[in-house]
């Protein structure tokens, strides 16, 4: 095969569980630091030629990771790959897609240029804050998301859930679970004075006697999930439980959950677990790696991957 996996330290994990999925192994190479904390890359795979997929999520340390996967693609870039295709299941710095308040950086397309600029051909992406930010790059974006994988665990229950999108924006992610199995939908509406700060006003819909699911792309500090939890209690809701793709945690935002309202918290591994993430018993973690398997594999066969949209 004509196909070379690589991977920053990123989420090596996923890594590995993609390349059992291919039956490939991750190629080798050193990727690490000089004393003074400089990127180091050596590639120890040859790549001549062939067709490249890197995979490396953007998370924290963002900054140190987004640097690895530049000097990665650098490498195979230099090393006269033929295609050099990144996955990042996680794309970190899309929060900030717009400017939304004066005087502030689109770093969403800023992470673009670099990435272009390092040499990328095509870029993979699962569940991006907002799909728009597919047109920041001048190269072809498959954007993934996680409603397959998720579906697939939801069938193994009997349970019927209302779908609940924590605000206005993730009203169509929401509303394809709900229509995937016939289900209900409701909506929160809620305001964010400020970044990881939000207040809840009110939910839209009838949640009484429900069980909820809450569906969003990420949960950072988990104050809003938490928010909306409570929101929906108070409101009648039998249950609440929550599945958020990318499990950013930052802070206390575990120990917020665990002490929270919600039943449970799903979320894929497109980011790695902290140790206090692993031993909470209100978060399962999912696999994404069958589904970006599957989408390297199509890519590099040139067959279509529109059946893994979602």
């Not at 899309?94 to 005087?103: D, N």
């Not at 409603?147 to 009203?171: F, H, I, K, R, W």
């Amino acid at each position: 095969m004509n196909l070379v996996l690589l991977s920053g330290n990123a989420n090596l994990p996923l890594a590995t569980k993609i390349s059992q999925y291919l039956d490939i192994p991750i190629g080798k190479a050193f990727v690490g630091s000089f004393s003074d904390g400089e990127t180091r890359v050596e590639l120890q795979t040859n790549v001549r030629g062939r067709d490249v997929f890197v995979v490396q999520s953007t998370c924290a340390p963002v900054n140190h990771h987004i640097m690895e996967l530049l000097a990665i693609v650098d490498a195979c870039k230099r090393a006269s790959a033929s295609q050099i295709t990144v996955v990042t299941p996680y794309f970190g710095y899309a929060r900030q897609e717009r400017k939304s308040v004066p005087r502030t950086p689109i770093t969403a397309k800023l992470i673009a240029d670099l990435f272009q600029a390092a040499g990328i051909h095509r870029l993979v992406a699962l569940e991006l804050h907002n799909a728009a930010i597919q047109g920041f790059f001048n190269v072809p974006v498959d954007h993934l998301y996680i409603n397959p994988v998720l579906a697939a665990y939801l069938e193994q229950e009997s349970q019927e859930y209302l779908v609940v999108s924590p605000d206005a924006g993730g009203v169509e992610r929401a509303r394809s679970l709900a229509k995937h199995f016939g289900w209900g939908l409701a909506i929160i509406d809620k305001r964010r004075d400020k970044p990881n700060d939000s207040t809840v006003m009110h939910v839209i819909g009838h949640v009484e006697g429900k069980r909820c699911l809450i569906i969003d792309d990420i949960v950072d500090t988990g104050g809003s999930l938490v928010k909306a939890a409570e929101a929906l209690r108070a409101k009648g809701a039998l249950s609440v439980s929550a599945a958020i793709t990318h499990p950013v945690l930052s802070g206390k935002a575990v120990e917020s959950i665990q002490q929270s309202c919600l039943d449970r918290l799903v979320v894929a591994d497109s980011i790695p677990l902290s140790a206090a993430a692993q031993q909470c018993d209100k978060i399962v973690q999912i696999t994404v790696g069958e589904l970006l398997a599957k989408a390297i594999l199509r890519i590099h066969t040139h067959d279509s991957i529109s059946s893994l949209f979602g």
